[in-house]
């Protein structure tokens, strides 16, 4: 349910990086347990989020380049 999610993280920066720095600071076990990512549609950050959490629903900022 929504009323059990939080917010874990928001990073700072446009990059690969920044998103791989935030998966890289979880244990792989945790990262299993990521059920919803929030980005918007550049491919860097799809890229890593189908990567490193393909478990995880990936809600998309359309609204966003």
């Known amino acids: 349910p929504v009323s059990d999610?939080?917010?874990?993280?928001?990073?700072t920066g446009r990059c690969k990086e920044t998103l791989e720095k935030f998966f890289d600071s979880l244990r792989p076990e945790r990262t299993r347990e990521v059920r919803v990512?929030?980005?918007?549609?550049?491919?860097?950050f799809l890229t890593v989020i189908?990567?490193?959490?393909?478990?995880?629903?990936n809600v998309l900022d359309a609204n966003r380049p």
């Open 5 to 11: 999610a939080w917010l874990l993280w928001i990073g």
């Open 37 to 44: 990512v929030c980005s918007d549609l550049w491919q860097g």
């Open 50 to 57: 189908a990567a490193r959490a393909p478990q995880a629903l």
